[in-house]
């Protein structure tokens, strides 16, 4: 029970000394950093097959997006 209570009280300590931390940009900032056009994106990807008689998997993607809009976030 004193463990149970000592790491409450510990995680309380630092979830409240933890300073604040913001994620996402702000819509008008985002839009200033915005810049339309092509990104070209590769990936590698690797797994364990469960029913086949492989002992991997392993794959590749590309990817070509274009942004259309700045509305869009």
């Not at 309380?12 to 070209?40: C, K, M, W």
């Amino acid at each position: 029970m004193k463990n149970t209570l000592r790491s409450f009280c510990l995680a309380l300590v630092i979830g409240f000394s933890a300073p604040s931390v913001f994620g996402q940009e702000t819509i008008a900032t985002a839009i200033e950093n915005y810049d339309q056009g092509f990104r070209l994106g590769f990936g590698l990807n690797g797994g364990l097959p469960l029913n086949d008689p492989y002992d991997f998997s392993l794959g590749g993607d590309v990817r070509l997006q274009y942004d259309l809009t700045k509305k869009l976030l």
